[in-house]
């Protein structure tokens, strides 16, 4: 196991039902599921990102992501975390 180093971007969402897809530097990423997130009241650990609201909403937002390769091969870069404090 190898220790990645968080990288945190800040981009535009385009919401959906429990899916936000992101492009920076033209990388896509898809805040998905139950995910770690933070607001002024602290850390939630899973859930929905408040800051992010429901389906049909393109909002500003700012999370972190690390590089993953499978076993296979296959890489992508993993969002970790999204920080609803701005």
Do not use: K
């Amino acid at each position: 196991h190898q220790q990645r180093p968080v990288t945190g971007l800040s981009g535009i969402a385009t919401v959906g039902d429990h899916h936000a897809p992101v492009t920076v530097a033209g990388w896509s990423y898809g805040i998905e599921g139950n995910i770690v997130w933070v607001d002024q009241e602290g850390m939630h650990d899973g859930g929905w990102p408040a800051c992010l609201g429901g389906p049909g909403r393109t909002v500003p937002v700012t999370f972190g992501e690390v590089p993953v390769t499978a076993p296979d091969g296959a890489a992508w870069r993993q969002v970790v975390w999204v920080d609803c404090r701005s």
